[in-house]
């Protein structure tokens, strides 16, 4: 799958969600990138901003959109990576601030 088919799919999920993909193209590309490496790695698209072991139980929490994504979104406007945002994160009404880590593992 080339990184611009993962794009629509991903965007068409986002917007399933009521969320969008970061208005940065080119940062969403890179990220789809490190998603399409890790399933090539893995064979599951693990988050890209995290380490995956290669055990597909224990990364189940961090592949793409990970469990936290809900909290992070909800919180932050955007998920730990910044793919997912909300629709005033891309317009500049919610600043932009480090996510913090989540996962305990």
């Known amino acids: 799958m080339t990184p611009e088919k993962l794009y629509e799919i991903l ?10 993909l970061n208005k940065d193209k080119d940062f969403v ?5 490190g998603l399409l490496k890790n399933e090539e790695r893995y064979g599951y698209r693990s ?8 055990d597909k139980q224990k990364d189940a929490d961090i592949i793409c959109p ?23 994160y891309n317009q500049g ?3 932009d601030k480090i996510v913090p880590e989540r996962r305990k593992k």
């Open 11 to 20: 965007d068409k999920y986002a917007k399933s969600k009521g969320l969008e």
């Open 29 to 33: 590309l890179e990220l789809i990138k």
């Open 47 to 54: 988050c890209p901003c995290r380490l995956a072991s290669g």
């Open 66 to 88: 990970c469990i936290y994504s809900v909290d992070d979104i909800k919180e932050y406007g955007r998920c730990y990576c910044g793919l997912y945002v909300k629709e005033e």
């Open 93 to 95: 009404k919610i600043p």
